[in-house]
């Protein structure tokens, strides 16, 4: 990539005042472990938020801290490698800086606070928030405005090559495109975005588990090896060109697991569809029963959920959701829940309350409003 002199909006109005940026998590509502097999995702933003203040150094460092991290990071800016232990913290946003430098755009030193309510590790995308913060704080120094996409694939290729995490484009996408009230839906093939209203008698409940997915970055890449040996089968480059009738009758060259695995890819790939009509036809009950069958299939075929994750699931229904389902990579993190507004209160009080009862531990539940995308607030 190569930086492109019409996207200075204002040549040589870099700031030397204070800047201000924010990003807000996701959710996911449906399409999950779909995004890197070229699927259709159905994200939001949410108002939890990473807020940026930044300010030009006039070094040829960046200094960075963090309301999450102890320790303030100082990194010259020709620095090449990501970090380790502690200070893996900056490979999110030290590693945008370095693609922005790679990619052209003649980034100078700043200093950098950042200040969160957004949990980390709980599938709400706080990495993606903290390299879309980053992002705009660099285009707000520079006096930048790359369309939302190029953002994202920047952040994208960070969290690849400095965390090291093979993510997909949707955290990054549904940080900056969010759109209030709407959930997204993005084409993970095109990068096309659309967005649909969520009707107005639902709400969205996150429920974190508190389980921590130690597993999840193996587990991860073997469900992606999988889904690749099935591409290599057909002879595709993802498996939204191959037909749930040309999937069975591969079972028995495919192997049990990569079956079951690639079915739960293409089943998915459907139920966003039917999810999103469902949606636009206010039709609620059909919108919950996708998002059973959605946790079901991750459960049984990708198997990618845990027994917290499935016990919160099955609560969610007897206390009336609309649709409950894992939500993120899996192994851990958060539900996803669909409730009636006028309940919505006293399922995030219940559904803790019925947990602790069941299985002793605390989990914690918080109803989001879905919001904008991420931005600059200010520049001085
Ligand atoms: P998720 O994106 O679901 O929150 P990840 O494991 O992808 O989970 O990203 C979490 C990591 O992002 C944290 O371990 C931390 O390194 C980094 N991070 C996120 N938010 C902050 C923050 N406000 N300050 C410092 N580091 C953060
Ligand atoms: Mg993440």
Redesign the pocket.
């Known amino acids: 990539m190569s930086i492109s002199p019409s996207k200075l909006s204002t040549p040589g109005a870099q700031s030397s005042g204070i800047v201000r940026t924010r990003a807000p998590g996701r959710i996911n509502l449906i399409g999950e472990h779909v995004d890197y097999q070229g699927g259709v995702v159905m994200p939001a933003a949410v108002n939890r938020y990473?807020k940026a203040v930044a300010q030009a150094n006039g070094r040829s460092e960046l200094r960075l801290s963090?309301?999450?991290?102890h320790e303030d990071l100082v990194i010259p800016l020709e620095h090449r490698m990501p970090f380790s232990g502690d200070n893996?913290?900056a490979n999110?946003a030290f590693g945008v800086v370095a693609k922005y430098r790679d990619a052209g755009y003649p980034v100078a030193g700043f200093d950098v606070r950042?200040e969160?309510n957004?949990?980390?590790?709980?599938?709400?995308?706080?990495?993606?928030?903290?390299e879309t913060a980053t992002a705009l704080v660099i285009e707000a120094l520079l006096g930048l405005n790359l369309p939302q996409t190029e953002r994202a694939l920047l952040c994208q290729s960070a969290e690849h090559e400095w965390a090291g995490?093979p993510c997909g484009i949707m955290?990054q996408l549904a940080v900056n495109a969010g759109v209030a009230g709407h959930a997204l839906k993005i084409d993970c093939s095109t990068l096309e975005i659309d967005s649909a209203p969520l009707p107005a008698n639902l709400s969205a409940v996150v429920v974190d588990s508190k389980v921590k997915h130690a597993l999840a970055d193996g587990e991860y890449a073997k469900r992606r090896a999988d889904c690749e040996d099935a591409t290599a089968f057909f002879d595709v480059e993802f498996l939204r060109d191959v037909t749930i009738g040309e999937l069975d009758s591969a079972q028995f060259q495919l192997g049990e697991r990569v079956y079951r695995r690639a079915r739960h890819v293409i089943t998915e790939m459907a139920r966003v569809r039917d999810f999103a009509a469902a949606l636009e036809a206010s039709d609620t009950a059909a919108a919950g029963l996708l998002m059973a069958a959605s946790h079901s299939s991750l459960r049984n075929d990708y198997e990618v959920s845990c027994q917290e994750l499935d016990t919160l699931v099955d609560i969610a229904g007897e206390l009336g959701a609309i649709g409950a389902r894992m939500m993120?990579g899996g192994f851990g993190?958060s539900t996803v829940n669909l409730v009636e507004t006028d309940g919505v209160s006293r399922f995030v009080e219940d559904i803790v309350a019925r947990y602790r009862e069941e299985t002793g531990a605390e989990a914690e539940a918080v109803a989001v409003k879905l919001v904008g995308g991420a931005r600059i607030e200010n520049v001085e």
């Open positions: 990473i963090s309301s999450q991290s893996s913290w999110y950042f969160s957004l949990p980390l590790g709980a599938g709400l995308s706080s990495s993606a928030a903290l995490v955290d993120g993190g």
